[in-house]
T-cell receptor, first 113, second 119 residues
Framework: GNSVTQMEGPVTLSEEAFLTINCTYT??????LFWYVQYPGEGLQLLLK?????DKGSNKGFEATYRKETTSFHLEKGSVQVSDSAVYFC????????????FGTGTQLKVEL | EPEVTQTPSHQVTQMGQEVILRCVPI?????FYWYRQILGQKVEFLVS????????KSEIFDDQFSVERPDGSNFTLKIRSTKLEDSAMYFC?????????????????FGEGSRLTVL
């Protein structure tokens, strides 16, 4: 069935460093792919998404490109800030259709001054 | 900005006790969900709810679990007799439209989560 695998955290970076959080997926067909983010004390919120192969989702300086050749949807940001410290979740629609998402384990990012 | 709110933020209970986790979805949303995350594991879908009935549930959502929308604002998850393995963070979510299999429509809005610890 559909699943995602994310790199384990925590990832600790200095401010202005380059960020990559890896996500690979297994799916039937080419479903939409998502990144959700959970800031401390808040709920998960949609960060960006890509609905078809080769699409690039972007938001708040973050980007992720839907690469069907490598079944990947890595999250990147050129220069992280302390305010980006959060847990990031890769997700895709669940197996068999229906009204659900399948998430990864989440990757915690800590950005230090 | 509208948000999904969940209570309690943390509940500790004894094994075998009943627990009710409460959620107030965004007011104009029609689709409601519960997910959970056991520490260190993936966020897992439990159940979706629409038009006052369950529209889909996972194999995790067995007879010990139930959901209810008792009034126009609350959406609850009840665990009848908690087990140690029910210890997890439980997330409520809502959407205006369904989260389609193809990933279209229905952006999910999540609450902060309720941490359940079963002793």
């Amino acid at each position: 069935g559909n699943s995602v695998t994310q790199m384990e955290g925590p990832v600790t970076l200095s401010e202005e460093a380059f960020l990559t959080i890896n996500c690979t997926y297994t799916a039937t067909g080419y479903p939409s792919l998502f990144w959700y983010v959970q800031y401390p004390g808040e709920g998960l919120q949609l960060l960006l998404k890509a609905t078809k192969a080769d699409d690039k989702g972007s938001n708040k300086g973050f980007e992720a490109t839907y690469r069907k050749e490598t079944t990947s949807f890595h999250l990147e940001k050129g220069s992280v800030q302390v305010s980006d410290s959060a847990v990031y979740f890769c997700a895709l629609p669940g197996t068999g259709g229906g009204n659900k998402l399948t998430f990864g384990t989440g990757t915690q990012l800590k950005v230090e001054l | 900005e509208p948000e999904v709110t969940q209570t309690p933020s943390h509940q500790v209970t004894q094994m075998g006790q009943e627990v009710i986790l409460r959620c107030v979805p965004i007011s104009n949303h029609l689709y409601f969900y519960w997910y959970r995350q056991i520490l260190g594991q993936k966020v897992e879908f439990l159940v979706s709810f629409y038009n006052n009935e369950i529209s889909e549930k996972s194999e995790i959502f067995d007879d010990q679990f139930s959901v209810e929308r008792p009034d126009g604002s609350n959406f609850t998850l009840k665990i009848r007799s908690t087990k140690l393995e029910d210890s997890a963070m439980y997330f409520c979510a809502s959407s205006e439209e369904p989260q389609l299999a193809g990933g279209g429509a229905g952006e999910l809005f999540f609450g902060e989560g309720s941490r359940l610890t079963v002793l």
